[in-house]
């Protein structure tokens, strides 16, 4: 049985453009915005695990990388919070670039550089095939069954990216595409990692090799932060 609340609370879209969410104004109107983010928006739900774990983790002069950005609300609301925060967010699907510019917009917000590209690990930098999907939250480097058509981006190599940048904090949901780019990994030198896993994409061996490389990166479960496919890592000081 559906909800009683779902074509009242939908239909309010056109009502409620931009919406607001968390104090961010986010433009909601475009095929970009399903039933479901909108709902989850307006209910106060959207990326409610990543953004508590963030926050949780994030210091205001912190240097924050965001790979997979999506309609720019977790990194906007971190910019916004702290607008000492310097950001670099990556997004893969071209489509979304406009409405995060828009977001922006709305909101002031200039602390963060948006970057149309995929991180990979990759020897030099090239193209890669990104896989679109109706919906932008499922959008990722590896075809799925709801995958409708491919475009090409730029692929960036995450080492440079991380010597570059110098990021203390990562958050990423990138749909699938962690298991290639954390397995085997060292990415030394941030202080908190904040990623969620795909398990039924990715798989066991997958999510036990990305543990690993976080154990050997010195980053470790923050267990209280971590909710779902949610993970928080942070970095401990191992005594030896």
């Not at 990388?65 to 670099?88: I, R």
């Not at 990759?122 to 990722?140: D, W």
Request: hydrophobic share 40%; charged share 20%.
């Amino acid at each position: 049985m559906k909800s009683p609340l779902a074509p009242m609370t939908f239909g309010l879209r056109k009502v409620l453009s931009p919406l607001t969410y968390r104090g961010l104004k986010v433009p909601t109107k475009g095929g970009h915005v399903s039933r479901g983010v909108w709902k989850a928006l307006y209910r106060g739900r959207y990326e409610l695990p990543e953004i508590e774990a963030l926050f949780a983790l994030l210091r205001p002069t912190d240097r924050l990388l965001e790979l997979g950005t999506g309609m720019g609300v977790v990194s906007g609301l971190a910019a916004q919070s702290h607008p000492q925060l310097q950001v670099m967010t990556y997004e893969a699907n071209p489509a979304m670039i406009p409405v995060i510019a828009e977001l922006h917009r709305l909101n002031a917000i200039t602390n963060v550089q948006v970057v149309n590209a995929v991180l990979t690990r990759s020897e030099t930098p090239g193209i890669r095939n990104f896989y679109l999907s109706k919906s932008f939250a499922v959008g990722s480097l590896l075809p799925n069954g709801t995958t409708q058509e491919s475009v090409e981006v730029a692929a960036c190599r995450l080492e440079d990216v991380l010597r570059d940048f110098r990021p203390d904090v990562l958050l990423c949901d990138i749909e699938g595409g962690e298991a290639e780019l954390f397995s085997g990994q060292n990415i030394k030198g941030l202080r908190a990692v904040i990623v969620e896993l795909h398990p039924g994409v990715i798989g066991r061996r997958s999510e036990a090799a990305i543990y690993d490389s976080m154990a050997a990166s010195g980053l470790y479960p923050r267990i209280e932060l971590c909710s779902g496919t949610v993970v928080a890592f942070e970095s401990v000081q191992l005594e030896k």
